[in-house]
């Protein structure tokens, strides 16, 4: 958000994050060399590479409405420090993150079918690892989006909207509340679908690209996942809807493509303990019917802050999450 990104373009601020750093480093003995790389803010958190003479660290900062990442993340690498880099430092209450600098993630190599399949596999597999751990990650910040309970938060979003003042940006209309609640009969239908599925609740990555995933080491090792700030604990095949647009996107395909269908059953066969791919490959549709309601939740953490100018820009997004089907 621009104030936002104001405040971490400063000088002030920079000044104060560069001493941050530098404790978080003595506490290691070991020492920053040179600037801090500084790469361009993003709406939701700004990121950085620092140089020490000992390895390179990356650190993130990250918008109030999504500053649980460093929390969630390292209750992730108490339980899988091999599945996500395990920060050096953190600060819960401002969101701030240093970690070790594992590399290149998926994206700078050639988007390729078999690079989504891994990429797919990584995530899956850790959201098979990380099964019934609910409560630890809702005690680090994480939110929970059940299926079960999600048409009644619908409709409690919808009051919220409608509830707002005459001009509010994300304001609509009793008769726009109407034609959206027409969906709610298509979301009541993938709610009990997934509610009533064998998979499990886990981590439903929220933002989920090959931008997430760093390049392994070690051939025959999953990637390590990162960018848990967007993250809910939901049903985790959700996670699929974004990458699923990029590939239909990338390719000019439909989801039935055989490239596609390759990603998502590689991905499938990691719930092996829960179905066959055949079996499980149903729950894929309804789970990216409800996928934007967690993504709603997310906008309206992230613009809780915001002005008037700032929510205008991004509610034509946040009200698209909102259309179901």
Request: proline share 7%; with cysteine.
């Amino acid at each position: 958000m621009a104030h936002w990104i104001d405040v971490w373009n400063s000088k002030e601020w920079r000044e104060d994050t560069a001493a941050w750093i530098d404790a978080a480093c003595e506490a290691y003995g070991i020492h920053r060399e040179g600037e801090i790389e500084f790469w361009p803010a993003a709406l939701q958190q700004i990121s950085a590479l620092v140089h020490t003479d000992a390895a390179d660290l990356v650190f993130t900062a990250n918008a109030p409405g999504l500053s649980a990442e460093p929390s969630i993340t390292v209750v992730a690498g108490e339980l899988v420090p091999e599945r996500v880099v395990m920060p050096l430092a953190i600060d819960r209450n401002a969101g701030y993150m240093l970690s070790p600098d594992f590399g290149h993630t998926m994206d700078a190599l050639e988007t390729t079918v078999e690079n989504w399949e891994f990429a797919l596999r990584s995530l899956a597999s850790l959201q098979v690892a990380l099964m019934g751990q609910e409560e630890a990650f809702f005690d680090a910040g994480m939110p929970v989006i059940d299926p079960q309970f999600l048409p009644d938060q619908f409709d409690q979003a919808l009051m919220l909207h409608v509830s707002l003042d005459d001009g509010h940006p994300l304001g609509i209309t009793g008769t726009q509340a109407d034609e959206l609640f027409s969906g709610t009969h298509a979301l009541r239908e993938a709610c009990e679908l997934l509610h009533a599925s064998p998979v499990p609740l886990s981590i439903e990555h929220g933002a989920f690209g090959l931008d997430q995933v760093v390049i392994p080491a070690e051939p025959g090792t999953p990637g390590r996942i990162l960018g848990l700030g967007a993250a809910h604990w939901a049903h985790p095949l959700s996670s699929l809807a974004q990458p699923l647009g990029e590939m239909c996107e990338l390719w000019n395909c439909d989801i039935d493509d055989e490239r596609i269908m390759r990603a998502l059953f590689a991905y499938l066969e990691e719930f092996s303990d829960y179905g066959t791919p055949d079996e499980l490959y149903p729950l894929i549709a309804p789970a990216c019917l409800v996928a934007p309601l967690a993504q709603h939740e997310s906008w309206l953490r992230l613009l809780v802050d915001a002005d008037t100018s700032e929510i205008e820009h991004f509610a034509p997004q946040i009200l698209q999450t909102l259309k179901i089907g």
